[in-house]
């Protein structure tokens, strides 16, 4: 498991020169690993050792936000501070999150919230106006699970896609 800025810093790296990464961004960008890597170890492993919360603007890292609030809505082209100093990437882990990118960072940050923000989202069923609960789970599990494509002989380690 890795911190939510572990995983910002990684997208930061790789792919600020390819495109504005804004917190909003970055924010949602980590959410939706964060769901899409539960879902597809069927809920044994969690990538991110933090739980998200359901803020009035989303899906939210609580240490995520605080480390990328300074930023207001401009664009991210340096690493941001990270409590686990030392914490890389491993390297099983880049492909998975290097799909997540191919998959999500050709879209800004209002098009990610507005994913995440859908009738009976884990973020719809755990927000309460005025209060930031976890999300849990077992409802992104609900959520996402059937997203999923079948496997085919072809597409044999990523079996996923968004559908709205």
Request: aromatic share 16%.
């Amino acid at each position: 498991m890795y911190n939510p800025s572990t995983i910002a810093n990684y997208f930061i790296k790789k792919y600020s020169s390819e495109g504005a990464l804004t917190p909003m961004k970055l924010i949602k960008l980590v959410y939706i690993s964060y769901a899409w890597y539960l879902t597809l170890t069927e809920g044994e492993k969690t990538l991110i050792d933090e739980k998200p919360q359901a803020w009035d603007y989303g899906p939210v890292f609580p240490s995520l936000y605080q480390s990328l609030k300074k930023f207001g809505k401009t664009e991210i082209q340096k690493t941001i501070p990270n409590q686990s100093l030392w914490e890389k990437i491993r390297d099983e882990d880049k492909p998975f999150l290097n799909k997540m990118w191919d998959m999500y960072g050709s879209y800004g940050g209002i098009y990610l919230s507005a994913i995440t923000h859908t009738d009976n989202s884990p973020w719809d069923k755990a927000f309460k106006k005025g209060y930031n609960h976890n999300i849990s789970d077992k409802d992104i599990l609900e959520h996402y699970v059937p997203k999923l494509k079948p496997k085919t002989e072809t597409n044999t380690k990523y079996n996923y896609t968004e559908s709205n």
